[in-house]
Nanobody, 123 residues
Framework: QVQLTESGGGLVQAGDSLRLSCAAS????????MGWFRQTPGNEREFVAA????????YYADSVKGRFTISRDNAKNTVYLQMTNLKPEDTATYYC????????????????WGQGTLVIVSS
């Protein structure tokens, strides 16, 4: 069992930056990926970005490409989401998750989830 804990959300203005963190309770072996998703009330969970833990390969949703950067710190078992040039439409609860697949944008393929951290971007 792996527990994921997000932090770093908050209220910012459009154009600001914010960094989210997701700490895993323990290190695991094997190939897997960590992802960030976001969700607003009444909507489905939306893929944002993911990173393959072994080699650091990252991929992004088109809506955040060029503005968000996902990274990992192996020693800290932590994945980050650096968000820049934030827009009001980025407002959502952000979740980190882990999948056994090395690349997936499908939330149903992620088996472990954090509790979420709220990001509000005012215009």
């Amino acid at each position: 069992q792996v527990q994921l804990t997000e932090s770093g959300g908050g209220l910012v203005q459009a154009g600001d930056s914010l960094r989210l963190s997701c700490a895993a309770s323990r290190r695991t072996v094997g190939s897997y990926a960590m992802g960030w998703f976001r969700q607003t009330p009444g909507n489905e969970r939306e893929f944002v970005a993911a990173i393959r833990w072994n080699d650091g390969s990252a991929y992004y949703a088109d809506s955040v490409k060029g503005r968000f950067t996902i990274s990992r710190d192996n020693a800290k078992n932590t994945v980050y989401l650096q968000m820049t040039n934030l827009k009001p439409e980025d407002t959502a609860t952000y979740y980190c998750a882990r999948t056994i697949y090395i690349s997936s944008i499908d939330p149903t393929e992620y088996g472990y989830w954090g509790q979420g951290t709220l990001v509000i971007v005012s215009s």
